[in-house]
């Protein structure tokens, strides 16, 4: 399943089958979408680039995905029971009372008109004609009776059959009792006016829970498809935004969030990790510090750093952590046996000084690359409609008119062009000024710096530091 970070515009898989339904002579689609491991906020849904809200009969319902929520959706049922009858409601005879079946959270009913019109006996034509009805329901023991519907039925005048459907959520399963009342005279008498109704079918939803995995972000449709679906939806999206546990210094709470710092703890301590880690296995203040740099607010008049990733193929812990920390300029690691970051910041003062007294086997190397006159970054731009994008970073003293060796970059994770020339810029400074490399060793007692420190070396064979003879 997806795990969605940050913001980003998700294409869900389903969860579920569709489930057709006709309601008179319309039929709707009840659809079940997927969007992974939540929680998550939901907005602009869209199918294909129509916005949903330009669709008609339209109902969405979201489980955001909360830890320990229900899966269960109302609007995707687990079975819609049709019961068919042909009761005749008039007047004269008085309400009709039916029931539905257990368990119901939503009731629809069908009333069925052999007919709908008023002769003119002067000029031979049919005109329309009214019919009311008075709907009300109430669960089976209760004693009052709740209001469902009021309505005139005023349709276009009919000599066939014509069908009028009514939907009601009930909200709380049970067995309910539905009243239907003719608030009209009859018409059987007349020889001008037809508008008897039947009763032909009444409909019970059933709750259910298609997706037993609980904490996933879940979208419910229910859409009519008749004039305006071909078949099934196969590209609906929605934009997606995570909400995170975010640590302030003291206590956790649920945000919106895009920093890097908060998706690999997520990573490390939440659900999709098999082993999941523990709070004090983990170096919280240096992802505090590290969350700190990245939300720093940059001349763009955004953060530094945001990490906007779905997580959708087969990896490991190790390799998500590593991509997610690669968005803030970080690297994992471990410090004093507890899961840390190692940043890629200036530093200024050294945490150990080596020299060949407290180590031995220095071995230095130099890369003789190619100059590279630019890079092109690829990226997510949401203003292309979520689709990649290419940026060309050139370096200093280069442009598209004498630029010839460019290299590529993917930046998993980046949907700002201000954060992808940032990155460019970046990446072509250390192929510029970092061709060295260097080892030495010591002994684990003479070891007091960790990953990422800064050290001092004074060596003979570079000729570092000061020589004397003595």
Not at 55 to 69: D, H, R, S, Y
Not at 192 to 200: A, G, K, L, N, Q
Not at 228 to 241: C, H, M, P, R, V
Not at 345 to 365: D, K, Y
Request: a negative charge; aromatic letters at 10%; charged letters at 25%.
């Amino acid at each position: 399943m997806p795990r969605v970070y940050g913001r980003n515009r998700v294409t869900p898989p389903k969860a579920a089958r569709d489930v057709s339904e006709t309601v008179g002579n319309t039929t709707y689609l009840r659809c079940l979408f997927d969007f992974g491991y939540g929680p998550l906020e939901l907005s602009d849904i869209r199918i294909g680039t129509t916005p949903i809200t330009q669709f008609e009969g339209v109902e969405t319902e979201i489980l955001q995905g909360w830890p320990g929520e229900d899966s269960s959706v109302g609007l995707y049922p687990s079975a819609i029971r049709q019961d068919s009858f042909s009761l005749k409601v008039s007047a004269a005879g008085g309400p009709q009372i039916i029931e539905s079946r257990d368990n119901t959270v939503e009731l629809g009913i069908d009333l069925t008109f052999n007919g709908i019109f008023r002769v003119d006996r002067g000029d031979g034509n049919t005109y329309p004609t009214s019919a009311g009805v008075r709907l009300e329901y109430r669960r089976v023991g209760e004693p009052a009776w709740s209001p469902w519907a009021d309505d005139v039925i005023t349709p276009a005048p009919t000599t066939g059959t014509y069908t009028e459907s009514f939907r009601k959520a009930v909200g709380t399963p049970g067995r309910y009792e539905v009243k239907i009342t003719r608030t009209t005279p009859d018409t059987e008498a007349s020889q001008e006016v037809r508008s008897t109704f039947f009763v032909t079918a009444l409909r019970s939803v059933q709750p259910g829970r298609p997706v037993l995995a609980k904490g996933r972000c879940l979208l419910g449709l229910r859409i009519r498809a008749t004039d305006q679906l071909n078949g099934t939806i196969q590209d609906l999206s929605a934009i997606s935004e995570a909400l995170l546990p975010v640590w302030n210094g003291t206590t956790w709470a649920y945000q919106k969030t895009r920093t890097p710092a908060w998706a690999y703890l997520d990573v490390l301590r939440g659900n999709a990790n098999r082993f999941p880690v523990a709070d004090d296995r983990i170096q919280l203040a240096d992802f505090l510090a590290w969350a700190a740099r990245t939300d720093a607010i940059q001349p763009d008049g955004g953060p530094k750093q945001t990490f906007d990733g779905v997580i959708d193929t087969r990896s490991t812990v190790f390799q998500t952590l590593r991509d997610i920390a690669t968005a803030g300029r970080a690297a994992p690691a471990m410090r004093d046996g507890k899961f840390s970051i190692v940043e890629d910041i200036p530093q200024t003062v050294p945490i150990q000084h080596f020299t060949p007294r407290n180590s031995w086997g220095f071995v230095g190397a130099k890369v003789f690359s190619e100059t590279w006159h630019g890079v092109r970054v690829r990226f997510v731009d949401p203003d292309r409609d979520w689709q990649q994008a290419e940026l060309v970073v050139y370096a200093d003293g280069f442009d598209e008119t004498n630029a010839s060796r460019v290299d590529t970059l993917d930046l998993f994770g980046c949907t700002r062009r201000a954060q992808a020339l940032r990155e460019g810029r970046y990446h072509l400074a250390a192929a510029t000024l970092r061709p060295e490399l260097y080892e030495l060793n010591c002994d684990v007692e003479n070891l007091l710096c960790t990953r990422g420190d800064l050290v001092r070396v004074t060596h003979d064979v570079p000729l570092w530091g000061q020589a004397g003879a003595g």
